[in-house]
């Protein structure tokens, strides 16, 4: 009895010396991104090119270096109808056993008002917010493909949307098609305004079925009412990686906070109208589904 027990201490010991356990189930906090959320949304405004932005990056920088886990930019100058902007998207990438990867996407700067300070709690901070803490979840877990989690710039439009958008996105894309490492990104996961109190995300009809189907497959599992049947199409940062052939899924409540749409792109964006309970919805239904999503695309 005695040898036993000496024994297992042995292997206890020894394993601790070898490490943490990179098998652990990888569990999304979210009041630990709500916590970011407050942070970001304490910065004020974040539209591309502004001190805001540098701030918000140097927030995600800060945050995922904390990890161990290394943040790498991707700087360009974009022009829209206000001139020449300064943009940077920012990426981090989990190593992962299998070839390609997943990325997993949002964007985190705000759109530019003149007439009030927009803080977009909601839009982009839920999104910013989100992947931090997503970081944190998935730096422990055995990944079957590597994961890239990218923050992207100048989704909003300067001006009207017709004028253009979604700047980073399309970016990002563009270089990995010339460099021809498109193809090495077998889906994309992107969420987008996900932090509304009253969170109704609907099947988005120009994201990828089998996406779609993975995903409302682990929210009907996890009984999250938050994800719904019904389908409605938006334009946002998937579609370049849609036009570039790659499966994409948008997760996104565009009715902030209802069919009104009252908060949205309004001074009413405000940290009041989200809650830590919205974030983590969403996180525990994307960590439900990564198993089937990796499985299709290894």
């Keep these: 009895m005695r040898l036993t027990l000496l024994a297992c201490l042995v292997l206890t010991a020894c394993a601790a010396a070898q490490g943490p356990d990179t098998t652990r189930a990888a569990k999304f906090d979210g009041a630990r991104a709500f916590k970011d959320l407050t942070e970001i949304v304490a910065i004020g405004p974040r539209p591309a090119g502004s001190e805001g932005a540098q701030k918000t990056r140097d927030y995600i920088k800060q945050q995922l270096k904390a990890i161990d886990v290394q943040a790498v930019e991707q700087s360009f100058d974009q022009e829209t109808p206000a001139g020449t902007v300064h943009m940077v998207n920012v990426s981090a990438t989990l190593p992962g056993s299998g070839q390609g990867r997943l990325v997993i996407a949002g964007h985190y700067d705000t759109k530019l008002f003149k007439e009030f300070a927009f803080v977009g709690a909601n839009d982009a901070g839920s999104s910013t917010a989100f992947l931090l803490e997503l970081a944190r979840a998935l730096k422990g877990r055995t990944n079957a493909v590597p994961i890239e989690l990218l923050f992207l710039d100048g989704e909003e439009a300067v001006g009207e949307w017709s004028t253009g958008n979604t700047f980073g996105s399309r970016h990002y894309v563009d270089v990995a098609v010339k460099a021809g490492t ?110 089937a999503i990796e499985l299709r695309i290894k």
Excluded: C
Aim: charged share 25%; aromatic share 6%; proline share 5%.
């Design 182 to 291: 498109a193809r090495q990104i077998k889906a994309l996961i992107l969420v987008d305004m996900i932090g509304d109190r009253q969170l109704v995300i609907k099947r988005e009809s120009n994201s990828t079925p089998w996406l779609k189907d993975a995903i409302w497959s682990a929210a009907k599992r996890l009984n999250r009412p938050e994800f719904v049947s019904d389908s409605t199409p938006i334009e946002d940062d998937h579609l370049p990686f849609l036009a570039a052939g790659i499966d994409s899924v948008d997760l996104i409540d565009l009715d902030y906070p209802d069919a009104t749409m009252r908060y949205w792109h309004t001074a009413d964006d405000t940290l009041d109208k989200t809650a830590a309970a919205s974030l983590q919805a969403v996180g525990d239904v994307v960590l439900a589904a990564l198993p």
